[in-house]
């Protein structure tokens, strides 16, 4: 049981509560873990790797990911959502839609952004969200993300509809309440889903309801955890050096390599900056989801003079 799988969390449970609901899918003892901590009032993508993938998380967690989400405008919460104590700001005046978009557009690019006191950012070894409740102090700093795009989908006062494309670290809560105070009128996130984490949507994964065979089934290959990165074909002999950590010789320039054995496996991922030098290797194989005919076309040809043992 080695791969990554889709799940649609749904609302009220905490990542760490879903995951243990996906663990009863799998043999025990396999290795699970989650790419992207959802709050407990989100819904939507949360990627499970299986087995082997755990070690392909940081790729998962480095992808694009895409929200939907509705605010709400001339309020205030402690947690900067709906699940916080709401202080209404009983003196605020709805904006115009074009000042709403004009604020909005001072958050695309690279942006700092303080993350909410309410998270599982780890201060002093301790969690935040931990420090929060207890009402200590949480210092914390604010944090370079990169945003895409926010959309308007919707405004009907208090509420506002929008759509986010941003990077990895990017939290939805942080743009809603700094919106709210660039307004000067207050905002928190009234409810938020995560529409896609890199190539993965809702529609190719499972409910927490599913039944093993479902989740068994929907179960992806580990390569999918490395998106578009260039493939590699090696050869068996190539294969047991790579595994003996030694360097292939190759002509590719530079950049990580995803490295198939001739079963087309993925077995590990290289460094191809002087020759293959292995990175990550995966104790256990898993099928690539590019048939060979399509996987010949975009793979180069590794050298086939190996270095000796």
């Known amino acids: 049981m080695n791969g990554l799988l889709v799940l649609d969390k749904p609302g009220g449970l905490t990542s760490r509560e879903a995951l243990d609901r996906v663990k ?21 993508v949360l990627v499970v790797c299986v087995g082997s993938a755990t070690r ?12 939907d989400s509705r605010f709400r405008l001339g309020a205030t919460s402690t947690t900067d959502d709906a699940d916080g104590e709401i202080r209404v700001n009983e003196s605020a005046t709805a904006p ?15 942006v700092e952004q303080m993350p909410p006191a309410f998270s599982a950012l780890k201060v002093g070894g301790r969690r935040a969200h931990d420090l929060a409740r207890k009402g200590d102090a949480v210092p914390l700093a604010a944090r370079p993300v990169v945003i895409h795009s926010i959309r308007v ?4 006062w208090p509420h506002l509809e ?12 942080s743009i809603a309440r700094d919106l709210g105070a660039k307004l000067g009128i207050g905002g928190f996130v009234d409810t938020l889903r995560r529409t896609r984490v890199g190539p993965f949507a809702p529609d190719r994964g499972v409910t927490i309801d599913a039944a093993r065979e ?4 929907k179960l992806l290959p580990l390569v999918a955890a490395l998106g578009d990165m260039p493939q590699l074909r090696i050869t068996a002999e190539q294969e047991v050096k790579l595994r003996q950590g030694q360097t292939i010789p190759s002509e590719r320039a530079a950049g990580e390599v995803a490295i198939l054995n001739e079963r087309g496996g993925l077995i590990a991922i290289a460094d ?4 293959l030098h292995p990175r990550i ?5 898993s099928c690539s989801i590019e048939s060979p005919q399509k996987l010949a076309s975009v793979s180069s040809e590794v050298s086939q003079n190996s270095p000796g043992p």
């Open 24 to 44: 009863r899918w799998f043999p025990k003892r396999t290795k699970i873990g989650h790419t992207g901590t959802l709050d407990p009032l989100a819904t939507g």
């Open 272 to 275: 191809a900056n002087r020759g």
């Open 281 to 285: 290797v995966l104790a256990h194989e």
């Open 56 to 67: 392909l998380a940081d790729h998962v967690q480095a992808m694009g990911k895409s929200y």
């Open 96 to 110: 115009s839609r074009e000042r709403i978009e004009a604020a909005l557009a001072e958050f695309i690019g690279l």
């Open 153 to 156: 989908l919707r405004y009907e």
């Open 162 to 173: 929008v759509a986010i494309d941003c990077g990895k670290g990017t939290y939805i809560r």
């Open 214 to 217: 479902e989740a068994q089934a």
